[in-house]
């Protein structure tokens, strides 16, 4: 970067004055959602045949939701009528008993997820259709009635859907629309067979019939059903069972999505179901054909430093436009576009600081590449700035908010993997790189350290690096899986802890 540039702009305010601490939350920053309307992401899942959102945690994905779920039945949502269903408070406890035994761990609650997305569905059909004051089929008012004795009204979404037993479902159901000879139930009574069927299968019978009630009445209506906040719940005391429910869901999207694609090119879906699941999750799941999925139908909300960067810096313009308004009398200057190899080190006094990068690429280099970190750091910079130094940021204020920084990264990975890792496993593993005390260091030197056989030592050391808290070099430069999901580990060669632990870690640079 050749020779580093200062500029203390003597403005009439402090910079605090107009950029404020930022919500680490992406969905509650209007600069954000109002970013993701240039990309990609949006036109793929109204437009186009993706119909699975991933990303890790920060990434943007509950960001993407609430826009979408804002733009109900408009145009920037595609017209699609807008079904939100988060999963926050949702009774997993009941919708664990709509399980086949029949079946496999990966599809064994798949039947119930088809009977919770066309209730929903129908639900939602019924209630357009009476709001345009529309007659109801003779069995859209089977169904309507169906609805209000079992949920109390016609309205249906996570909160309510799963609070009744199987049983009691089953049993009205099957009555209520004649649908037991679909299962065999007529034909089992006039022969004196006493063989019992399962709840289950009759709730499947109940969606059967939903859904061709579905494929009957919708019509030129459009529905685009949001999952939010799969993972929540996700725990390792019960992992099988939520990788099981979880699978089970992916498994009856693809078939919802599979059976309403579009005829034509650049039509869009009559209904699409789009779950919203982080990264981590999925890669854990199992499910048949789980790698063709993740290449055909999923969108992975992915940051480089490039995309990062003009994020940011769009708030910062934002802001900034605002302030200027609003105070002709105390404008406020940042440095010219020319004045370091990015835009958002223009708050900052100096161009480039240790290993002659700029700001804002050192900000990056300790990061995970998600808005969340970047905003972290930032606030971080803001708490500790002093206004008798400047007007904008200084490079000590940047390296004086790297332990506060770098203290709250391992708490937002607390959070995100211990459902993955136990709480305790995952303390212990940090505890062991904080042992070995280099931030580069060997598959020996991490067997010295934790005690372990060669088999759990590159165990843990794979999961450490599956979530990119570990990297390897390739080429000159470290590389992670955030960055590249295809990088494969290879124990013969070095370890190296993400910039962003190195603080709370207590790490040296270099390795023994």
Known sequence: MGKVKTNNIDNPVDITKWLPKFSIAAESDNN??????????????????????IGRKGSGKTAIF??????????????????????????????????????????????????LLYTVLLSNIIQQKVSRHETLSNELKKVRKFFNCVYSNSIIGTKNVMLRNMESISSLGISLFGIGA????????????????????????????????????????????????????????ERDTYRG???????????????????????????????FLRTEIYEDLDFNDKNKTREDSSIEIKWSADTLDAMFFSRVQALLREWNKNNPAQKF????????????????????????ISP?????????????????????????HK????SLYTS???????????????????DEFEALESDKRFEELLTVLSKIHRQTFSLSDFKNVYKRDDQECKKRIEFLFNISILGQRIGRNWSYRFDDPELIIDFSKPFYVNPALKNYLHLIEGAK
């Not at 954000?32 to 959102?53: A, G, H, P, Q, R």
């Not at 429910?245 to 209904?271: F, P, R, T, Y």
Request: aromatic share 12%.
């Open 32 to 53: 954000l959602m109002d970013y993701f309307l240039k990309t990609n992401y949006l036109n793929s899942i109204l437009y186009e045949k993706e119909w699975l959102v």
């Open 66 to 115: 609430k826009y979408l779920v804002s733009q109900n039945q408009k145009k920037a949502a595609n017209y699609y009528s807008v079904i939100p269903l988060t999963f926050e408070s949702y009774p997993w406890k009941i919708h664990k008993k709509y399980i086949d035994n029949k079946l496999p761990n990966k599809t064994a609650y798949k039947k119930s997820w088809k009977y």
């Open 182 to 237: 679909s299962i065999g139930m007529d034909t089992k009574s006039q022969e004196g067979i006493n063989e019992k069927v399962d709840d289950i299968d009759k709730i499947d019978a109940i969606s059967s019939f939903f859904e061709e009630q579905v494929n009957q009445e919708i019509g030129k209506d459009k529905y685009l059903i949001l999952l939010d906040e799969l993972d929540e719940v996700w725990s390792t005391s």
């Open 245 to 275: 429910l979880l699978s089970g869901l992916i498994a009856e999207c693809s078939e919802i999505n599979n059976s309403h694609v579009s005829k034509g090119v650049g039509d869009s879906n009559s209904i699409k179901v789009c779950p």
């Open 333 to 356: 200057e940042i440095q010219g576009d020319s004045f370091a190899s990015d835009s958002s080190s223009r708050i900052f006094n100096q161009s480039s600081v240790r290993h002659q």
């Open 360 to 384: 804002f690429k050192h900000i990056l280099r300790m990061s995970f590449y998600r808005p969340r970190d970047v905003i972290i750091y930032m606030n971080k910079i803001r708490k500790v």
């Open 387 to 390: 206004k008798e130094e400047g």
């Open 396 to 414: 000590s204020e940047l390296r004086t908010a790297e332990q506060s920084y770098s203290n709250s990264i391992y708490n937002e990975l607390s």
